[in-house]
């Protein structure tokens, strides 16, 4: 990557564009795809494949459905091979009802993303056009009017009135005016008046800049890197998890006291064991998944039909179900 241009605000336009492989007139088609293929994608995330399974199994994780994966497994030791094949039954209706309607979001959500793609005008051949953000490449000139998105970190050749929105990196609420020239390579990040990150828009003006820095490379990229959060937890999926491990507490002190009673009453140990085993297994809610799905997927019906897509069932709560 253009390690060499770790900083770039302090260097003359000329000397950057040499260190980029780039021209005043843009890039060839055929330096572009070098480019491309030397940088990579234009994009904070690498494109992931088919997940498919792992979204399958997070459909189990929940302790309530370990609870009753545990159940039919007791079943099957107990020798009551029908109570396990209606357990194990409804947990996989349940947890394929979920990833059915997760994975079709997913599929929906990704269609509806390649329709509002985001675009670049670049100059490639000599001439301006329209390229997707994620085939832009170090070493593309950028021209920029108003309303426009930065596509990657890019050092200003020529600007009029041009004005950028860095609230998103810089927290700055108000727009700050950009100008093309040479800075001191201590500038600070809120100050650096002659570079365009990734991740802000113009506001007015317009403007013409090289990309030098794209992707993972870019300061947006950098802060993007280093947060990485998991998807919160919604407060219907917390109490969920809260509940099934109340009840594998209380089945757990039920069954050992229940098994200590037994044995104290001088019962055999042995059919006081399958005693506690089969009140476990008569303890856990069977049902309970699979009601829960199918109140959710009936939410995200209704969701739909209002033209809202639900990428997760569990955010149903959160609108209100009882709003539908």
Same mark, same amino acid.
């Given at each position: 990557?253009?390690?060499?241009?770790?900083?770039?605000?302090? %260097?003359?336009?000329?000397r950057?564009?040499?260190?980029?492989?780039?021209?005043?007139?843009?890039?060839?088609?055929q330096?572009?795809?070098?480019?491309?293929? =030397?940088?990579?994608?234009?994009? %904070?995330?690498?494109?992931?494949?088919?997940?498919?399974? +792992?979204?399958?199994?997070?459909?189990?994780?929940?302790?309530?459905?370990?609870?009753? !994966?545990?159940?039919?497994?007791?079943?099957?030791?107990?020798?009551?091979?029908?109570?396990?094949?209606?357990?194990?039954?409804?947990?996989? !209706?349940?947890?394929?009802?979920?990833?059915?309607?997760?994975?079709?979001?997913?599929?929906?959500?990704?269609?509806?993303?390649?329709?509002?793609?985001v675009?670049?005008?670049?100059?490639?051949?000599?001439? &301006?056009?329209?390229i997707?953000?994620?085939?832009?490449?170090? $070493?593309d000139?950028v021209?920029?009017?108003?309303?426009?998105?930065?596509?990657?970190?890019? %050092?200003?050749?020529?600007? *009029?009135?041009?004005?950028?929105?860095?609230?998103?990196?810089?927290?700055?609420?108000?727009?700050?005016?950009?100008?093309?020239?040479?800075?001191?390579?201590? +500038?600070?990040?809120? *100050?650096? !008046?002659?570079?365009?990150?990734? $991740? +802000?828009?113009?506001? &007015? $003006?317009?403007?013409?800049?090289?990309?030098?820095?794209?992707?993972?490379?870019?300061?947006?990229? *950098?802060?993007? =890197?280093?947060?990485?959060?998991?998807?919160?937890? +919604?407060?219907?999926?917390?109490?969920?998890?809260?509940?099934?491990?109340? %009840?594998? =507490?209380?089945?757990? !002190?039920?069954?050992?006291?229940?098994f200590?009673?037994?044995?104290?009453? *001088?019962?055999?140990?042995? =059919?006081?064991?399958?005693?506690?085993?089969?009140?476990?297994v008569?303890?856990?809610?069977?049902?309970?998944?699979?009601?829960?799905?199918?109140?959710?997927?009936? $939410?995200?019906?209704?969701?739909?039909?209002?033209?809202?897509?639900v990428?997760?069932?569990?955010?149903?709560?959160?609108?209100?179900?009882?709003?539908?």
């Amino acid at each position: 990557m253009n390690s060499q241009l770790s900083t770039f605000w302090n %260097l003359p336009a000329d000397r950057v564009l040499t260190q980029v492989k780039s021209t005043p007139a843009g890039l060839s088609s055929q330096d572009a795809q070098q480019h491309l293929s =030397e940088y990579g994608a234009n994009s %904070l995330k690498q494109k992931q494949q088919s997940n498919s399974l +792992t979204l399958l199994l997070n459909q189990f994780k929940s302790p309530i459905i370990l609870i009753l !994966i545990f159940a039919a497994v007791l079943s099957i030791f107990l020798k009551d091979a029908a109570d396990a094949i209606i357990i194990l039954a409804i947990v996989l !209706i349940s947890g394929l009802l979920g990833f059915w309607q997760e994975r079709g979001a997913t599929n929906a959500v990704e269609k509806l993303l390649a329709l509002v793609q985001v675009k670049a005008t670049v100059l490639r051949d000599g001439k &301006s056009q329209e390229i997707p953000n994620e085939e832009v490449v170090p $070493g593309d000139i950028v021209l920029l009017n108003a309303g426009d998105s930065i596509p990657g970190d890019c %050092l200003i050749l020529e600007s *009029k009135d041009l004005s950028v929105n860095e609230a998103a990196l810089t927290g700055e609420t108000y727009p700050a005016d950009k100008l093309s020239g040479v800075l001191p390579a201590e +500038t600070d990040l809120g *100050k650096r !008046i002659n570079i365009l990150y990734m $991740g +802000t828009n113009v506001i &007015s $003006g317009t403007g013409k800049a090289v990309v030098v820095h794209t992707g993972k490379e870019t300061e947006f990229g *950098k802060v993007s =890197e280093r947060l990485k959060l998991r998807p919160p937890e +919604t407060e219907f999926e917390a109490g969920l998890t809260k509940f099934g491990y109340f %009840l594998m =507490e209380v089945t757990l !002190i039920l069954v050992v006291l229940i098994f200590a009673a037994n044995v104290y009453l *001088k019962r055999p140990v042995l =059919e006081s064991f399958l005693f506690s085993l089969a009140l476990a297994v008569g303890l856990t809610p069977q049902l309970l998944p699979a009601i829960v799905s199918l109140n959710l997927s009936r $939410g995200a019906k209704q969701m739909a039909k209002k033209q809202v897509i639900v990428k997760r069932l569990a955010a149903i709560e959160l609108v209100g179900l009882w709003n539908l």
